[in-house]
């Protein structure tokens, strides 16, 4: 059997620890909420905490359903893209979508079916019977609209922001006794990554042309060339780009061709 160096170990080490690094953050961040969510509830009584308790397994079970269902599509989809198979990525993606939707839909309705008679089923005290049943009634209900975002190269140095808008809310009058209501919901989502950039590559200081610097006017009306940028006009001037903003009441943008500029040599050199 052939031995691993440490040497050789380290660089696979190093990429499994990278790519677990997603998973571990977010079982860290879903124990805290529930630790937080524990806190909250038992504020509330002692009843509020034994009534969630009571139905929690039953929570995990169609929580573990619908996770199992976003991991499974998510390493077929992982493998397509590593493949370079982007359009059977895609495919996955939506063949995903439709069934995570009929899951939790199947589960939103078993839940709603069976919530009066959990606590019972589950030997739950009679006073807390009611506080359950509504419980995992509201859960059931948030089943079809829970949403996992991934994104890529995800770590605890990025930013997010979650945006919910409502884009449509209607309602018609089927009959005396329905109405039909219709609600259209956009999720957006900005992740920002940071990292460090090498951009400037090398530096070179020259000492000013004296000559030329004596020669030049102190006070020159500079007009625009479609090339130049405001760089280019301070460093042709011996001068500072702030310096020519102030003099000009010249915003933050770059200047455009054909714009006049008033420019006054830098005496300094």
Not at 128 to 149: G, H, T, W
Request: with cysteine.
């Amino acid at each position: 059997m052939k031995k691993i160096s440490w040497h050789e170990l380290k660089p696979q080490v190093k990429e499994v620890w990278v790519l677990s690094l997603p998973a571990i953050l977010t079982q860290i961040t879903t124990i805290v909420m529930q630790y937080i969510d524990s806190a909250m509830v038992g504020s509330l009584g002692a009843n509020a905490s034994a009534a969630i308790g009571l139905v929690s397994t039953s929570t995990w079970l169609l929580g573990g359903i619908t996770y199992a269902v976003s991991a499974g599509f998510s390493v077929q989809v992982a493998h397509n893209i590593g493949a370079g198979r982007d359009a059977e990525a895609r495919s996955v993606v939506r063949h995903g979508l439709c069934t995570a939707l009929c899951v939790a839909g199947i589960l939103c309705a078993l839940g709603l079916s069976i919530h009066s008679m959990l606590p019972t089923w589950l030997g739950g005290d009679p006073a807390i019977r009611y506080d359950a049943s509504k419980y995992f009634m509201v859960y059931a209900l948030m089943i079809p609209f829970s949403q996992m975002i991934e994104g890529e190269q995800v770590n605890g140095q990025c930013g997010y922001q979650l945006q919910a808008d409502l884009e449509q809310l209607s309602m018609v009058m089927l009959d005396s006794s329905e109405i039909e209501v219709k609600v259209v919901l956009n999720l957006n989502t900005l992740l920002v990554t940071q990292w460090e950039e090498n951009i400037i590559q090398e530096i070179q200081t020259k000492e000013p042309d004296q000559k030329k610097l004596e020669e030049m006017p102190g006070i020159v009306c500079y007009v625009v060339q479609p090339q130049d940028t405001l760089w280019d006009i301070a460093k042709m001037f011996y001068t500072t780009m702030d310096d020519i903003r102030k003099l000009n009441d010249l915003g933050e943008g770059e200047v455009k061709p054909r714009q006049t500029l008033l420019v006054v040599k830098n005496s300094e050199g």
